[in-house]
């Protein structure tokens, strides 16, 4: 019996993305925990072993709102790892660990940063 052998780092990257479908179709359709509002998630970063998928994601609000959907995201942690054990067919099913991505709040307050420099100083740049 022949194995297919791929590119090192191309069924992490393969299974990331699958992983990524599952968690969006499972936050949209399934979670029921009122503490998880309107989540986008980011990307998966997936060990190149395949056991712990870190899951990026943002939320629209404050700081506040933040911290509430992270609790109630680490909470349907195991629920989620259940459903990647029904959708895909991984000998082990990763560990999930979510994890807010604070790029887009940064980019949003340097934005706000530059803008209330700019009206300061009276000129456009």
Excluded at 43 to 57: H, K, S
Excluded at 111 to 123: A, F, K, Q, S, V
Aim: aromatic share 4%; hydrophobic share 40%.
């Amino acid at each position: 019996m022949r194995r297919h052998t791929s590119a090192p780092g191309r069924r992490p990257r393969r299974v990331a993305e699958q992983v990524r479908q599952v968690v969006t179709a499972f936050l949209q359709e399934e979670a029921r925990d009122p503490r998880i509002g309107f989540v986008t998630v980011i990307g998966v970063d997936l060990t190149p072993d395949l056991q712990r998928a870190v899951i990026r994601f943002t939320v629209r609000g404050d700081d506040a709102v933040r911290v509430q959907t992270q609790e109630g995201l680490d909470h349907a942690a195991v629920a989620v790892r259940r459903r990647l054990g029904e959708a895909l067919r991984l000998r082990v099913v990763p560990e999930v660990v979510f994890k807010a991505d604070l790029g887009q709040q940064h980019a949003h307050h340097i934005e706000e940063l530059l803008t209330r420099l700019r009206d300061t100083e009276g000129r456009e740049p």
